[in-house]
């Protein structure tokens, strides 16, 4: 994904999503809060612990939040697998993770939930206003939230990945439009392609070093 899409220039990789910050950074508290426990090092573990669980606080992310709780749960495992306890550096993760834990209602994860609930319960209640019936609303909502999709792959199709839904929450929901854009984008090369099992079967008479396994693999593939 491109830092600006507009002008195709530069990259911005792992750092394109608040997640994939998340995901870094709880990669990182791992690998410095184990590798401190293993040296024995109760004051570096301690500051790790610390630093690494309040980023992940401050961060803002379910993921973050979550991660803060199964990085907890992993010293927890890892230490009784391997029978090297060290109880002061365990006893200062599981007292950081009850303080997050704790302060839940006040952490900006949960102000973040809030304002988007209320974010997208004001925008459903104007969608109404963008058409006059159900049909032009809902075009109108995906031209809108899905217009880069829309552009590409065209609406009525847009829409059937989306399961034709007027919910604003599942039409802007990041996870879904990736997993939809890739349906979309395998519809449509496999269109382009135009080649169906019996045709490949009919390439496969022609080529008779294709194994068995191979041709009954492109033919599923094709049939999906």
């Keep these: 994904m491109p830092t600006y899409a507009k002008f195709h220039i530069g990259w911005c990789g792992w750092f394109w999503l608040p997640n994939s910050q998340s995901a870094v950074l ?10 401190a426990v293993r040296r024995g090092k109760l004051t570096a573990a301690v500051m790790h612990c610390i630093v690494g669980f309040a980023l992940l606080f401050l961060l803002g992310t379910r993921l ?3 991660e803060i709780f199964g990085i907890a749960a992993g010293v927890c ?8 306890w ?6 200062v993760v599981l007292l950081c993770a009850a ?7 006040q952490s900006p994860m949960y102000r973040n939930r809030q304002a988007y609930a209320e974010s997208v319960s004001e925008q459903q209640q104007s969608a109404g206003e963008l058409g006059a019936s159900e049909q032009e609303t809902r075009d109108a909502l995906y031209r809108k939230y ?3 999709a829309v552009e590409r792959f065209g609406l009525e199709k847009v829409e059937h990945a989306f399961h034709n839904s007027t ?3 599942v039409i802007g929901d990041i996870r879904l439009t990736s997993s939809s854009t890739a349906g979309c ?38 049939t999906v």
């Design 185 to 222: 984008s395998w519809q449509s090369c496999r269109s382009r392609a135009g080649c169906s099992a019996s045709s490949w079967r009919q390439h496969a008479a022609r080529a008779p070093f294709l194994t068995r396994r191979t041709i009954s693999t492109v033919c599923t593939i094709s």
């Design 64 to 66: 973050a939040y979550a």
């Design 167 to 169: 919910d604003i929450s």
């Design 99 to 105: 303080l997050c834990g704790g302060l839940y209602h």
């Design 86 to 91: 060290n109880v002061r550096a365990l006893a």
């Design 77 to 84: 495992v890892s230490m009784a697998l391997t029978r090297q």
């Design 26 to 35: 709880g990669v990182l508290t791992v690998i410095s809060l184990l590798a």
């Design 146 to 148: 899905q217009r880069v």
